[in-house]
């Protein structure tokens, strides 16, 4: 079967998205989902929809959605896409913006999705290393067609400084992508960057700080001819009309999300807090999750525990940069009492 699939996909390793475990009383802390209900507006559209519009493609550029999104960013219409998720929206970008003798740069570590979709693509891959704290620091002389550039990063959970990310965009020639999936748990975000530079783009998701990782939906602002350009290759019917009502409906209210997201930082602390007793090295997190470096035992070893107790974590072990830390999702409130209570138990056991 080997001459029927491309050398390029053959040689390639895929995403490993994380676990999505079942069964009852499991705390599930590993894929840095929202573990608050969305705007209730979502409830109340869902139930005045008329499934007799179901039978009906829906709307092929989410204008309505787009309004919503471009209000509340005080944008255009013209200056938003509307992706199955940002992964799609990501995607994309390696299709419109990078020929194929071009590359993609990323951070890392950082999200892996980044070189899978640049090995799809088949184009060459350019990596930036984080300092040992995970830091930034641009190679010299570096170029390349696209940057992700994930602020605040996963999965480490810090945040880069708006006028070093300013400085980069302005002497970097390519397109800049800055994926902002946790921005909104975050003291600054850089939309306002992808208005004043005709280069950048940035990504946000409504499967964080919104409550809607099940709908997929994401979206980016920028200037309107790389939105154009993004338009003209997207599937023909990318997002289905459910998803465009219910993503409406809470883009367009603002107080849920940000009490919802108030819930989480405020839990962040705590847990912060109480881990930094323990002796963890914890990351300064500007998103909805905690990187950590245990102390008195391995990374692996807590998460092996953590999981008998069925608390699911985050572990990376592949990589030697983040084998020595686990990403820990932050939940409700009693759920993180409950993992702090078993990581407490599994310390003096050890």
């Known amino acids: 079967m080997s001459n029927l699939i491309r050398k390029s996909v053959q040689a390639m390793s895929g995403y490993v998205p994380g676990e999505q ?15 608050y209900l969305p705007s209730p507006d ?14 009906r493609y829906p709307d092929p550029v989410c204008i309505e959605l787009r309004k919503a999104i471009a209000e509340v960013h005080g944008c255009a219409v013209e200056n938003v896409f509307v992706g199955n998720g940002s992964d799609e929206v990501l995607a994309l970008c390696i299709r419109a913006f990078v020929e194929r003798d071009g590359s993609v740069g990323y951070f890392h ?4 999705l980044y070189p899978v979709l640049a090995d799809i693509e088949a184009v060459e891959k350019r990596p930036v290393a984080l300092d040992v704290n995970f830091g930034w620091q641009m190679p010299t002389d570096y170029s390349a067609s696209l940057f992700f550039l994930t602020n605040p990063n996963a999965p480490t959970s810090l945040q880069y400084s708006k006028v070093n990310i300013e400085g ?12 902002e999936a946790y921005a909104d748990f975050a003291k600054e975000n850089c939309m306002d960057l992808a208005m004043a530079n005709d280069n950048v783009l940035v990504a ?7 409550s809607l990782a099940g ?36 883009i ?19 847990v912060a807090e109480k881990l930094a007793e323990s002796g963890f090295e914890v990351a300064r997190s500007e998103t909805n999750f905690l990187w950590v470096k245990p102390k008195g035992i391995t990374a692996k070893k807590l998460f092996d525990e953590l999981r008998k107790r069925n608390i699911i974590v985050r572990y990376f072990g592949n990589d030697e940069r983040t084998r ?18 078993a990581v407490e138990e599994i310390l003096e056991g050890s």
Do not use: W
């Not at 570590?109 to 892996?112: I, R």
């Not at 946000?204 to 919104?210: A, E, G, I, Q, W």
């Open 42 to 55: 979502v409830q109340d559209i869902l139930s005045m929809i008329d499934i007799a519009v179901l039978a």
């Open 204 to 210: 946000r998701t409504l499967s964080k700080s919104y």
């Open 324 to 341: 020595h830390h686990l990403r820990i999702t932050i939940g409700t409130a009693p759920e993180m009492f409950r993992f702090l209570d």
């Open 252 to 270: 367009l209210d603002q107080d849920t999300m940000h009490a919802n997201v108030q819930a989480i930082v405020e839990t962040r602390k705590l």
């Open 168 to 179: 980069f965009i302005k002497g970097f020639g390519g397109v800049v992508l800055i994926d």
């Open 21 to 35: 475990p079942k069964g009852e009383g499991i705390v599930k802390l590993n894929t840095n989902e929202n573990p």
């Open 215 to 250: 709908i997929r939906l994401g979206y980016c602002v920028g200037n309107a001819e790389l939105i154009g350009a993004m338009y003209k290759i997207k599937d023909s019917y990318n997002i289905d009309y459910l998803t465009q009502e219910v993503a409406r409906v809470a």
């Open 109 to 112: 570590p950082s999200y892996s």
